[in-house]
């Protein structure tokens, strides 16, 4: 994750961006309990986004546009991976955001 967020700050990104970018990344990642490359599953993230996506009882759950951010930060994730030669492939490939 560090190296990640290093080549966003390298790339260009504002603080601000890398921080917010980083911060999805690690909610999605911790919240679906992946531990190692090799348990990434989109249908996992789905799910746990869906959650994410639902109201609760004291406050709205996120909106679509909000769950798209979160796909878009896992994207960004594995495709650095793969050009990084860090993964052969990325498990998130096919994840796609939803219409808002």
Not at 56 to 77: C, H, W
Request: charged share 25%.
């Amino acid at each position: 994750m560090a190296d990640f967020k290093a080549a966003l700050a390298d790339k260009g990104g504002t603080a601000a961006h890398v921080k917010q970018t980083c911060k999805r990344l690690e909610t999605v990642l911790e919240g679906c309990k992946f531990a190692y490359w090799s348990e990434l599953s989109s249908s996992k993230v789905q799910r746990y986004l869906a959650g994410l996506r639902e109201d609760k009882p004291d406050e709205p759950g996120l909106s679509i546009q909000t769950a798209n951010y979160y796909v878009a930060a896992l994207k960004q994730f594995a495709r650095w991976m793969v050009r990084d030669g860090r993964a052969s492939e990325s498990p998130f490939e096919h994840l796609s955001r939803q219409n808002t």
